[in-house]
């Protein structure tokens, strides 16, 4: 795994533990070619979160492409171990990030950072009714100060919540990812 494009491109990241599903390089250029194509490239800055996040290759790769700052959120502590280690050389470098360990759902609706929220990555394990819960939380208390909200999973016939209104629906292979815009420009 590799961060693909931005200022820190080409970066190797470390792998999540075993058992966690990292998104491929191949669904992340994909997204990323659709949100910069969106919002302007590269990404202007904005704070982002990045729920369910495993190692970090999402926001990760939007800390590289431009977002001023990044909420990573996972309750797995190997997996924010991995992230840990990614992060590290790019704080060196001057990214903001931080990391919370707890459950994605939890942190939506007791920690959510204040103002708007650019962009927001939801990547629960696939099938996890933890994934749409969380999803329906975000929009009921946050989706005013959120732009884009990109869930990944299999399921593209997944509704958006009201709040949100879906936009797109990207296939690479088995892998979906939706696209959903809140009432934030960024």
């Known amino acids: 795994m590799r961060i693909i494009a931005g200022r820190f491109k080409g970066r190797r990241l470390v792998a999540p533990p075993a058992g966690v599903r990292p998104t491929s390089d191949r669904v992340r250029e994909r997204l990323f070619a659709v949100l910069e194509s969106a919002c302007g490239a590269p990404l202007p800055g904005g704070l982002g979160v990045d729920l369910f996040c495993g190692a970090g290759t999402l926001g990760i790769e939007a800390l590289s492409r431009g977002a001023a700052a990044l909420h ?3 309750r797995a502590a190997r997996s924010l171990a991995a992230l840990e280690r990614n992060l590290a050389p790019l704080r060196e470098a001057g990214a903001a990030a931080t ?4 459950d994605a759902r939890r942190f939506v609706e007791r920690s959510w950072p204040a103002g708007a929220v650019a962009w927001v990555f939801l990547d629960p394990p696939y099938d ?5 819960a969380c999803l329906a939380a975000l929009a009921a208390r946050h989706a005013d100060r959120i732009g ?3 869930y990944e999973g299999r399921d593209a016939g997944l509704a958006a919540p009201p709040g949100l209104t879906r936009e797109r629906v990207l296939r690479c292979g088995g892998t979906v990812v939706i696209l959903m815009r809140g009432g934030v420009t960024p």
């Open 72 to 74: 990573f959120v996972d």
């Open 99 to 102: 990391t919370h360990r707890g």
């Open 128 to 132: 996890d009714p933890a994934g749409p």
């Open 148 to 150: 884009w909200v990109a």
